[in-house]
C-alpha cells in the first residue's frame, strides 16, 4: 500500500519552530518531488515549499519565505518542513504530497497525499 504519513504538528507560541516529516511507505521518494501544503479553517489548500528529486527546492508561499526550509533524507524516505518564527497566520493542516519528477505548485498535479497533521500558532 503506497502511503504518505505526516508526523510533528503541535499546538506551538508565536515566534516557536516545529519540524514535520513526511515518511513513505510501499514506495521509494527517490524520483518524487514532495511538496507540503497547508490549509487553513474556511480556506482553499495552498502550496508552501517543494523539493524535487533533484534537490531543487521551490517556494510556493512568500509568507514562508526564511522562516521555513524544505528538506529530505532519502535513506530514511523522508521529507521534513522545519518551521520557524512561526505566527498566527501559519495555523493550517500541513498536508505532504508527492508525485514523480519536478515541482509544480497545484494540488492537481500530486498523485499521492497523507492525510495531514495540525500545526496551531497561538499563545
Known amino acids: 500500500q503506497l502511503q504518505l504519513v505526516e508526523s510533528g504538528g503541535d499546538l506551538v507560541q508565536p515566534g516557536g519552530s516545529l519540524r514535520l516529516s513526511c515518511v513513505a511507505s510501499?514506495?521509494?521518494?527517490?524520483?518524487?518531488?514532495v511538496a507540503w501544503f497547508r490549509q487553513a479553517p474556511g480556506k482553499e489548500r495552498e502550496g508552501v515549499l517543494c523539493?524535487?528529486?533533484?534537490?531543487?527546492?521551490?517556494n510556493f508561499a512568500d509568507s514562508v519565505r526564511g522562516r521555513f526550509i524544505i528538506s529530505r533524507d532519502n535513506a530514511k524516505n523522508t521529507v521534513y518542513l522545519q518551521m520557524n518564527s512561526l505566527k498566527s497566520e501559519d495555523t493550517a493542516v500541513y498536508y505532504c504530497?508527492?508525485?514523480?519528477?519536478?515541482?509544480?505548485?497545484?494540488?492537481?498535479?500530486?498523485?499521492?497525499w497523507g492525510r495531514g497533521t495540525q500545526v496551531t500558532v497561538s499563545s
Open positions: 523539493i524535487s528529486y533533484t534537490q531543487q527546492v521551490t
Open positions: 510501499g514506495f521509494t521518494l527517490d524520483y518524487y518531488a
Open positions: 504530497a508527492a508525485d514523480l519528477g519536478l515541482c509544480y505548485n497545484g494540488t492537481e498535479y500530486y498523485q499521492y
